[in-house]
Every structure is written in structure tokens, then in C-alpha cells.
């Protein structure tokens, strides 16, 4: 049988809030990509948080990332992540970097606020040549801090694995 693991990122709690249900619906291990330096998580300083994504954005930062993530073991792993700035946040090239995928399955999904998936799904497919990434789940921002149950479960009946 299949092991599975949910791999997420979140600042604002959205693609944590999926990422919970996801994990509630399959049963698999839940993990949270933690940044060395953490990010304002206040909404009241969205502007901030903005101008920051798209500095580290324009200068190809990698943040690093604290803890260190197992993914030894799993056959699936679903990645979670907000869109920033039409792409995923720069840590997420940071875990692409440091984390071999060779021989997984790469499940992603993300959460947003009108841009669907940005093209990052491809992005990791570029990314991780010897992993197999299959379409993801884009969730609207709104829709994840409601409820995605029902989005979730028409998701993941349809995926192959």
C-alpha cells in the first residue's frame, strides 16, 4: 500500500486548511515547511508580506528552511502552497533544491485569489524531471478558509494513485 505525506507551506492559513483536509481524507502523514526566518502572518501587514514575496521573487532568493523534512518512504506526496506573485513562494524552490523526488509521486495543490495554479504545476515538472507530478488542486482563498471538503473529495477520487 501506497504512503502518503502532505507537504505544505502556509503563512495566512489557507494552504494549511487544505492541506488539514487533505490529510483528514486519506489518511496521510501531514508535515509543514517552516522557513528559517518566519513570515509575518498578520493580514494587516498583507503589503508588507507582498513587497517582500516579490523582492525575493526578483532576486531568485531561496529561503531557507528550518526543519528538516523526511520524505523517505512515501510514494505520494501532496505539496501545498499559496500563490505569490503568479508563482509559488521562493521556498518552494528551495525544497525543490534540497529534496529529491526521484521515483515519487508529486501531488500539489494551492490556494489563491484568482490566478489558478500560475503554471507552477508545470514549474515542479520542469523542476523534478524523475518525479511524476499529476494536476493538481488550485483553491480559491475564500473557498479554503470556508471549507473545501467537497472540492477536496471530488479531487482526490480523482486522482490515480
Known sequence: MAKNLVLYFSVYGTAKAVAEEITKQTGSDLAEINPAVPYDGNRDHYN???????REH????RPAIKNAINIDGYDNIFIGYPMWWYTFPMILYTLFDKYDFSGKTIIPFN????????????TIRKLEPNAKVVDGLPVEMRDAETGAADAVSKWIKSLEI
Open 111 to 122: 490556494t489563491h485569489m484568482g490566478s489558478g495554479d500560475g503554471g507552477t504545476y508545470d
Open 48 to 54: 508588507a508580506l507582498a513587497h517582500l514575496a516579490k
Open 58 to 61: 526578483d532576486e531568485d532568493a
